[in-house]
């Protein structure tokens, strides 16, 4: 069988969504490509077996998510940014658990101060999240970014953060939907054959599949919150699921 090429969500330490969709999908972890979309922490509580199971994948392009950059920035400084009150309690508790120390952590008003320290994480991780590319771009001019990107720009013009943040790209071809515009009206610098981003979760919109207007394809189907996980076959648009999160985390969503 002929290798393929996959593209994963926003994974958010859904550990036991992902092993799913990765069976679902029948991934060939020596053979096939996978682009995972970024956002591997901060969400449930596991993100140590995320990445492991992401490092087996042999042919593995990881993109770098906002997610990702905070946890990164962790790991180089040893400051706990206060943007871990998005979801950063689930990062620190996976972590925590494959410590050798009694780990601890509680909560402040800017984020949550804990016993985690940049030296408990494994350096084959901390090398993943150096790793990863703000973008990546195929042979076949499809792009791959967390984000998005300004469509008024060259592409490598950017600024590095924006990859990670725009939503703008998103959020611009959907109100060019709801208007019934032609597409012409929907300008853009770069001349991408397909565009997959993550990060702006559909599930906004009450949907839990992923989405395409134009040629841009969304697969941030709300796994970082009650939604699901999603892998698809970049050739054939095919896509595989997870079962709902609320469904394989029910803890999670206890009163």
């Known amino acids: 069988m002929s290798s ?137 001019k499809r792009c791959f970014v967390h984000g998005g990107f300004d469509r008024s720009l060259p592409f490598r013009k950017q600024e590095a953060n924006v990859y990670c943040w725009d939503r703008n790209l998103w959020l611009d071809a959907v109100a060019w939907k709801e208007s019934n515009g032609g597409e012409n009206d929907f300008k853009i610098r770069t001349n991408f054959s397909d565009i997959f981003i993550g990060h702006t979760p559909l599930t906004h919109w009450g949907c839990d599949k992923p989405s395409t207007i134009l040629n841009i394809t969304n697969l941030d189907t709300g796994a970082g919150h009650s939604g699901r996980l999603t892998i698809m076959d970049v050739e054939s648009k095919e896509f595989w699921q997870s079962d709902s999160m609320d469904t394989l985390y029910p803890e999670n969503f206890r009163d």
């Open 4 to 140: 393929r090429t996959y593209v994963i969500g926003d994974i958010h330490g859904g550990f036991k969504a992902l092993n799913q969709c990765l069976q679902r999908a029948d991934i060939d972890y020596k053979n096939d490509t996978v682009i995972q979309l970024g956002d591997v922490v901060d969400g449930y509580g596991e993100v140590f077996e995320c990445v492991e199971e992401l490092l087996k994948i042999k042919n593995l392009i990881a993109i770098k998510g906002n997610h990702d950059e905070w946890f990164n920035e962790f790991l180089q400084t040893d400051f706990h940014p206060g943007f871990w009150n998005y979801g950063g309690k689930g990062t620190i508790i996976s972590y925590l658990k494959h410590t050798q120390k009694n780990g601890v952590y509680f909560p402040t008003n800017t984020g949550f101060k804990t016993s985690l320290t940049s030296s408990d994480i494994p350096a084959s991780h901390k090398k993943f999240f150096r790793k990863q590319r703000p973008f990546f771009i195929d042979r076949n």
